[in-house]
């Protein structure tokens, strides 16, 4: 079982900021894509950010190329979204996920889900 919990949401202006790190326990060989995911209100969820743990290869939406990062800590169980140059548009719930390959920006290839992390960005 994997368990996911985000933190590091907040307010910010525009132009800032952010980085989330999302605590995963579980984690194994057959989970081994984690992705950040966010839903802004009356829009569907999209896939923000993936990356492989055993391998670092990453994937981005095309929204946030060059402005988020995403990285791991495996001493720590932790992956971490950077979130730079922030934007009103980016506002929303962010999620950390984690499931089976192929990693993917698909909510459906997700099968374990964090409670989500509120972000704020103000114009």
């Known amino acids: 079982q994997v368990h996911l919990v985000e933190s590091g949401g907040g307010s910010v202006q525009a132009g800032g900021s952010l980085k989330l790190p999302c605590a995963a326990f579980g984690v194994s060989y057959s989970t081994p894509c984690m992705a950040w995911f966010r839903q802004a209100p009356g829009k569907e969820r999209e896939g923000v950010a993936h990356?492989?743990?055993?391998?670092?290869?990453?994937g981005y939406a095309d929204s946030v190329k060059g402005r988020f990062g995403i990285s791991q800590d495996n001493a720590k169980s932790t992956v971490y979204l950077q979130m730079n140059n922030l934007k009103p548009e980016d506002s929303a719930m962010y999620y950390c996920?984690?499931?089976?390959?192929?990693?993917?920006?698909?909510?459906?290839?997700?099968?374990?889900w964090g409670q989500g992390t509120q972000i704020t960005v103000s114009s």
């Open positions: 990356i492989y743990m055993f391998g670092g290869g990453t």
């Open positions: 996920a984690a499931g089976p390959l192929p990693c993917s920006l698909a909510p459906d290839g997700y099968k374990f």
